[in-house]
């Protein structure tokens, strides 16, 4: 009686089927620093919560990280080999998480993005402050036929409770992403309340893990059982970036 109770509690995170923002790619950023704690991660991910396709995003930040699409590439394209044949059955992507600044705005007009699925691209902006040019940024990218989405939305924290900032974002056509362990308080209580918020409101599009290392993967098993979740559960549309 007890068992099933718990699995029927339990949320089966399979559904998200896909997860389009980590930090995977080992040496490369501030995530993974080796292949053996990128297999760590993939393991749980895989094994355990069965995803079936995984698409790496490290990011790419002038004075950060200084990574470019082609070492990148290079770099996934050597590891892939080894994923492939220690996970047959999944598929892997590469992309980047793009920080909005001034070297980002002239890759755009080189058109030298790292896309997934077609057009989208993954974007990020500053956390502390509000860049004004962002929204100016994110108009560019739709009229010149890039599908933007905007990672973490909860986490930028001088939108806290502007409901309508994020409601005008995606009446221009930007998609927000949920990191899900924003609801698990990895960020603080004020970004897991504010991210609780603009689920129940359905303006999430699209929600990823943005795990950076080994230690996170418990943050999984918890969110197994957030109410919050599974209750926002179907408005959540990873699929989108798995159809052709
Ligand atoms: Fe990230």
């Given at each position: 009686?007890?068992l099933?109770?718990?699995?029927?509690?339990e949320?089966?995170?399979?559904?998200?089927?896909?997860?389009?923002?980590?930090?995977?790619l080992y040496?490369?950023?501030?995530?993974?620093?080796?292949?053996e704690?990128?297999?760590?991660?993939?393991?749980?991910?895989?094994?355990?919560?069965?995803?079936?396709?995984?698409?790496?995003?490290?990011?790419?930040?002038?004075?950060?990280?200084?990574?470019?699409?082609?070492?990148?590439?290079?770099?996934?394209?050597?590891?892939?080999?080894?994923?492939?044949?220690?996970?047959?059955?999944i598929?892997?992507?590469?992309?980047?998480?793009y920080?909005?600044?001034e070297n980002?705005?002239?890759?755009?007009k080189?058109?030298?993005?790292?896309?997934?699925h077609?057009?989208?691209?993954?974007?990020?902006?500053a956390?502390?402050?509000?860049?004004?040019?962002?929204?100016?940024?994110?108009?560019?990218?739709?009229?010149?036929?890039?599908?933007?989405?905007?990672?973490?939305p909860?986490?930028?924290?001088?939108?806290?409770?502007q409901?309508?900032?994020?409601?005008?974002?995606?009446?221009?056509?930007?998609?927000?992403?949920?990191?899900?362990?924003?609801?698990?308080?990895?960020?603080?209580?004020?970004?897991?309340?504010?991210?609780?918020?603009?689920?129940?409101?359905?303006?999430?599009d699209?929600?990823?893990?943005?795990?950076?290392?080994s230690?996170q993967?418990?943050?999984?098993?918890?969110?197994?059982?957030?109410?919050?979740?599974?209750?926002?559960?179907?408005?959540?549309q990873?699929s989108?970036?798995?159809?052709?």
């Amino acid at each position: 009686m007890g068992l099933w109770f718990q699995k029927k509690t339990e949320l089966d995170l399979s559904q998200l089927v896909i997860d389009c923002h980590n930090h995977i790619l080992y040496g490369v950023d501030d995530g993974c620093q080796t292949e053996e704690e990128s297999y760590i991660v993939l393991d749980y991910m895989i094994h355990t919560l069965n995803y079936q396709t995984i698409v790496f995003s490290p990011h790419i930040m002038k004075n950060g990280f200084d990574n470019t699409s082609d070492d990148l590439k290079t770099h996934f394209e050597q590891w892939l080999p080894r994923l492939e044949s220690r996970y047959p059955r999944i598929a892997f992507g590469l992309w980047a998480e793009y920080f909005m600044d001034e070297n980002f705005q002239s890759l755009s007009k080189q058109k030298n993005l790292l896309t997934w699925h077609k057009n989208h691209i993954l974007v990020e902006t500053a956390m502390n402050y509000e860049d004004m040019n962002c929204q100016h940024l994110l108009y560019d990218l739709l009229m010149s036929g890039y599908q933007p989405i905007l990672a973490h939305p909860e986490r930028y924290t001088y939108w806290n409770k502007q409901l309508d900032t994020l409601e005008h974002l995606k009446e221009m056509g930007v998609k927000l992403q949920l990191n899900l362990f924003s609801l698990e308080g990895l960020y603080g209580n004020s970004v897991k309340k504010w991210a609780e918020e603009i689920l129940s409101n359905n303006l999430y599009d699209i929600a990823a893990s943005d795990i950076h290392n080994s230690r996170q993967v418990d943050f999984f098993s918890t969110l197994k059982k957030n109410s919050k979740l599974s209750q926002y559960f179907d408005t959540i549309q990873n699929s989108i970036l798995c159809s052709k």
